[in-house]
């Protein structure tokens, strides 16, 4: 999923989606070194090579193959085998790649959301990594001066398969794989989902504008207005990261300059110089963030100019850490980054790519948003098949994100019952199946180049269902005594804003999880250990009895005890309970990061229209295989094993 949590721009409570995701880049600009893999470049005798094109659905699949137009699926399912792959619970990207690397379950490697709550604050947290800064700052004349190394963590305990092949003597190489940052030590490792851009968040765009526009439902969204002078001339700036070295939070900046050209615009950004028309996409610009003296920081942009003048709209894609002098790690070996930039040109870095709230926003058409996605994805092609082409890795792992990315917005173009389904045009009901065709010519493109003795699976980590209704969980735990506000109250903000934790027992947060304010571990928890089982019991038994509408539609399938499903608990952020929804309903933006509106549930009018955050059951993901797997694969987290026993074997032989 993108995984950019997203929420209702008409409501005053989604300020700050990413607000507390941030990975505090501050001070660790120029601190941070990285361990290498492997140097042996020989060729490989025999590789185990797995593809994963996130979100594919089995439906979908089997449909387009039964139509011919996924012919290279046809043909491996029939050299192999397909059927669908069991994927996690919750069926969440981050949760399912977890086990996917480590073949564990939630339980034991940790990951249980794309967030996690606070118990100290009950606010939302990114799940994947965190940053530990400097302890030792010294203040000289106003400046903050790092005086030793501060931390990248990933949050995913256990082992990953590539780096337990490793330890058997082989060589792996892994591109662009969910929750993959920090880069791990191995031979070759382009690190994914989790790589921050260069301020910190997981990707902040900004809409430059002329004209007014509502206010911004993400905190995702930047939006400046720009006047122009008598002959149209615009002088702004792009803002970058704060200034890591002051006391005082800035923000470092470069310039911005925009005239007229035809019906287009001339635009500087920094020292870069170009042209756009309507419509037109930039190649990558770098832009530069002076710090101190010859101190600098880069960044990579793309720029599209949405409308040109006399009120021109220039739309500026998230910055994205330039892969030629990477501020952080996010490749491995640290120089790889950069080795492969001068191969292919410069490229994506930031670990979700394809930002979606600039398309929900309609700050960019569906034309526009589809072209970026198609950069991305060419991009993330050439990244894989230039590892592919070294041949020096017993096991090559890729993921292309882009199968969910168009599932997410453009779901509306085959879901009759969405609400935006009358307002699409060809281009928006055919994305789906172009962007599964495309994914059909690069599984080609790989078997192609497989040699007689490589071996070849393709997953997705979970299916994909519609998104018609969002459900406020929060909502109806208000209206049923669970979570109560404070007095005079209707409504709460996000992050628990106007609850009174002295008198609540349960809350939501996050995609799927609901939790006990359990005394001793929620900072101003009030529920003893025996009461929470007595509180679990009653959830589970009246969730699922929630219905909505004139026909009485079931919104919840399912409530899974945390404690039965999430045996270890690693980390300690387990949700006491899993809510797993009926297709059609997802846990609303505001059920995400903690709010509770007036309405229980609303009608979903986003372009995001489709999604999988609901009973595992009803989404699985899909598995193909080149050969017939001795022992069944039937859930993602058997891949694994599968992998370390195949590269094991293929060593001794």
């Not at 361990?35 to 020989?42: A, I, L």
């Not at 960044?299 to 220039?314: E, S």
């Not at 009018?605 to 295989?625: M, N, Q, Y």
């Not at 694969?633 to 992998?643: L, W």
Request: charged share 20%; net charge negative.
């Amino acid at each position: 999923m993108n995984k950019q949590f997203r929420h209702d721009a008409s409501s005053k409570q989604f300020k700050l989606l990413q607000a507390g995701f941030k990975l505090i880049l501050i001070a660790l600009l120029f601190t941070f070194t990285a361990c290498g893999g492997k140097t042996d470049n020989s060729p490989a005798e025999s590789r185990l090579i797995i593809v994963g094109f996130d979100g594919m659905d089995p439906n979908l699949a089997q449909q387009w193959m039964d139509e011919g137009v996924l012919p290279n699926f046809s043909k491996l399912a029939n050299m192999g085998g397909f059927h669908p792959l069991a994927t996690s619970n919750p069926p969440q990207s981050p949760v399912a790649w977890s086990s996917f690397a480590t073949g564990d379950s939630p339980g034991k490697h940790g990951i249980y959301d794309f967030l996690r709550r606070d118990a100290e604050t009950y606010s939302p947290d990114f799940s994947i990594s965190k940053t530990i800064p400097p302890e030792n700052i010294l203040n000289l004349f106003g400046l903050n001066l790092p005086l030793d190394e501060g931390q990248i963590i990933n949050r995913r305990q256990g082992s990953p398969f590539w780096t337990d092949v490793e330890a058997q003597g082989a060589r792996s190489t892994v591109i662009r794989v969910p929750v993959s940052y920090p880069p791990d030590p191995i031979h070759r490792m382009m690190a994914g989902m989790g790589v921050p851009d260069l301020l910190g968040t997981q990707g902040t765009y900004t809409l430059y504008t002329t004209r007014p526009v509502a206010a911004a439902g993400s905190s995702s969204t930047r939006v400046v207005r720009m006047r122009p002078n008598r002959s149209g001339h615009i002088s702004t700036t792009l803002e970058g990261p704060i200034d890591p070295l002051r006391e005082e939070p800035k923000p470092l900046s470069t310039p911005l300059l925009l005239d007229p050209a035809g019906k287009g615009a001339k635009i500087q950004l920094g020292d870069k110089s170009f042209e756009l028309a309507v419509g037109e996409w930039s190649e990558w610009v770098r832009v530069e963030f002076d710090v101190l003296g010859p101190i600098s920081v880069t960044g990579i942009v793309r720029v599209n100019l949405v409308a040109g003048y006399p009120r021109p709209q220039l739309y500026v894609s998230p910055i994205n850490i330039d892969p030629e002098a990477p501020v952080v790690p996010i490749s491995s070996p640290p120089e790889y980054a950069a080795e492969l930039a001068s191969r292919i040109g410069l490229f994506h870095t930031i670990g979700m790519p394809e930002e979606t709230w600039s398309l929900n926003e309609n700050h960019i058409s569906d034309k526009a948003w589809l072209e970026m996605l198609k950069t991305n994805l060419d991009e993330r092609e050439a990244m894989f098949f230039d590892a592919m082409d070294k041949n020096d890795s017993e096991l090559l792992v890729g993921v292309f994100v882009q199968t969910d990315r168009v599932s997410h917005m453009f779901y509306r173009g085959i879901d009759e019952l969405h609400p935006l389904y009358p307002e699409t045009d060809e281009l928006a009901r055919g994305a789906i199946r172009w962007i599964y065709i495309e994914a059909d010519r690069i599984l080609g493109k790989v078997m192609e180049k497989m040699a007689d003795n490589d071996q070849l699976i393709v997953l997705s980590d979970h299916g994909f269902a519609p998104f018609r209704w969002s459900v406020n969980v929060n909502r109806w735990l208000v209206d049923k005594g669970y979570l109560v506000l404070n007095s005079g109250k209707q409504e709460s903000n996000i992050a628990f804003s106007d609850v009174d934790w002295s008198k609540s027992t349960a809350y939501a947060l996050g995609l799927n999880g609901l939790y006990i304010n359990r005394k001793g571990r929620e900072a101003q928890g009030i529920v003893e250990d025996p009461e929470a089982r007595v509180i679990k019991a009653r959830l589970s038994k009246e969730l699922p009895q929630w219905v909505f509408g004139d026909d009485q539609q079931s919104v919840i399938r399912q409530l899974f005890d945390g404690d039965v499903i999430y045996a270890g608990n690693a980390n300690g952020d387990a949700p006491d309970l899993v809510i797993g929804y009926e297709p059609g309903f997802r846990a609303s933006w505001q059920t995400t990061l903690g709010a509770a509106p007036k309405e229980s549930i609303e009608a979903n009018a986003k372009k995001w229209s489709g999604d999988h955050c609901i009973t595992p059951e009803a989404v699985p993901g899909v598995l193909f295989t080149s050969f017939k797997p001795e022992q069944p694969i039937s859930q993602i987290a058997q891949i694994a094993a599968y992998a370390r026993e195949h590269v094991k074997r293929a060593k001794s032989e």
